[in-house]
C-alpha cells in the first residue's frame, strides 16, 4: 500500500485546513487509518484515527477540532482542522494498519504503512 499525503500549508490561528491521505496499491479492502503529527524536536504523536467503518478516535489535544473521514470510494481519508492553534505546527503524516480492531491504534508501533507527511504551519 502506498500513502500520498497532501493540504498543508501556512495558516494563521483560527483558521483551518483539510489534509487528504490517498491510497493506492493494494486497495482491495478498507484499511483503518491514522492521522499522527511531528514537530521539531519531539515525538511523533496520536492525532486521530478511523476504521474501515467510520468509527473514530481523537487525541484530546485535537478533539472537538479536527474531524477525520474517509471516502473508500476514492480510497481516500481526510482531516478536518478547524481552529488551529500555533501548536499544531508540525509535519502531519498519515498511516494504515491492516487490523481494524484492537490495541496500538493510538501508537505509531500500531501501524505498517505510512505516507510521506505534509507540513501545517500555523502563526500567531
Known amino acids: 500500500v502506498q500513502l500520498q499525503a497532501s493540504g498543508g500549508g501556512l495558516v494563521q490561528a483560527g483558521g483551518s485546513l483539510r489534509l487528504s491521505c490517498a491510497a493506492s496499491?493494494?486497495?482491495?479492502?478498507?484499511?483503518?487509518t491514522g492521522w499522527f503529527r511531528q514537530a521539531p524536536g519531539k515525538e511523533r504523536e496520536f492525532v486521530a484515527h478511523?476504521?474501515?467503518?467510520?468509527?473514530?478516535f481523537y487525541a484530546d489535544s485535537t478533539k472537538g477540532r479536527f474531524t477525520i473521514s474517509r471516502d473508500n470510494a476514492k480510497n481516500t481519508v481526510y482531516l478536518q482542522m478547524n481552529g488551529l492553534k500555533p501548536e499544531d505546527t508540525a509535519v502531519y503524516y498519515c498511516a494504515v494498519r491492516e487490523r481494524d480492531y484492537g490495541a496500538g491504534y493510538n501508537l505509531p508501533t500500531g501501524y505498517g504503512y505510512w505516507g510521506q507527511g505534509t507540513l501545517v504551519t500555523v502563526s500567531s
Open positions: 478511523i476504521r474501515s467503518g467510520a468509527t473514530t
Open positions: 496499491g493494494r486497495t482491495s479492502q478498507s484499511y483503518a
